[in-house]
């Protein structure tokens, strides 16, 4: 079984600060990483999209790929309240997805 | 306006009593999928449709099936739900081949008794 690991949290960050969020995957050949976005009640939203080993910034969103160690972050820097949401990892074509972290970010 | 559809948005059934969710899209997307969301289990995939007439498995296809007779719809049937089928169901679209394209559906929530 091809797995998407997430810390599941909560993760609880004060206003302002660097939010940072892991998630690993199994499956050694995987190519595509996606991070959404899902507030209470609401479906998620595609927030970051990373291919190739590095980083990846989107103002204040930095994805991070490291193929070698099959692991995949997402820094949100200056975190706000509104950043409160679950984070979830997907993984590959067909979307395989992490069970998401719940972020609270405090004011 | 570019969207996803579903309906019914909440539905409460009984066991063994066929149902079926739409889903529609607006974007001329080729692949449509659905998911089903439970606490500490996130997404996962049931079904999915590169084109019209072409639908595969997903991850936990038992219990259900899909059609995609149009490009726009691709419709979920439970033939004969159980409380296990109990949860939230989302429908997503995207460009075959482009998965930063995805979009969600606002999501089913589904209470089997």
């Known amino acids: 079984q091809k797995e998407v690991e997430q810390n599941s949290g909560p993760l609880s960050v004060p206003e302002g600060a660097i939010a940072s969020l892991n998630c690993t995957y199994s499956?050694?050949?995987?190519?595509?990483f996606f991070w959404y976005r899902q507030y209470s009640g609401k479906s998620p939203e595609l927030i970051m999209f990373?291919?190739?080993?590095g980083d990846k910034e989107d103002g204040r969103f930095t994805a991070q790929l490291n193929k070698a160690s099959q692991y995949v972050s997402l820094l949100i820097r200056d975190s706000q309240p509104s950043d409160s949401a679950t984070y979830l990892c997907?993984?590959?074509?067909?979307?395989?997805f992490g069970a998401g972290t719940r972020l609270t970010v405090k004011p | 306006e570019a969207q996803v559809t579903q309906n019914p948005r909440y539905l409460i059934t009984v066991t063994g009593k066929k149902l079926t969710v739409t889903c529609s899209q607006n974007?001329?997307?080729?692949?449509m999928s659905w998911y089903r969301q439970d606490p500490g289990l996130g997404l996962r995939q049931i079904y999915y449709?590169?084109?019209?007439?072409?639908?595969d498995k997903g991850d936990v296809p038992e219990g259900y099936k899909v059609s995609r007779k149009e490009k726009r719809n691709f419709p979920l049937i439970l033939e004969s739900p159980s409380p296990n089928q109990t949860s939230l169901y989302f429908c997503?679209?995207?460009?075959?081949?482009?998965?930063?394209?995805?979009?969600f559906g606002p999501g089913t929530r589904l209470l089997v008794l």
């Open positions: 974007m001329n997307h080729e692949y």
């Open positions: 990373i291919y190739s080993n």
């Open positions: 997907a993984v590959d074509n067909h979307m395989r």
């Open positions: 449709s590169m084109n019209v007439e072409v639908t």
């Open positions: 499956d050694r050949g995987s190519q595509s």
């Open positions: 997503a679209s995207r460009d075959r081949g482009r998965q930063e394209t995805q979009y």
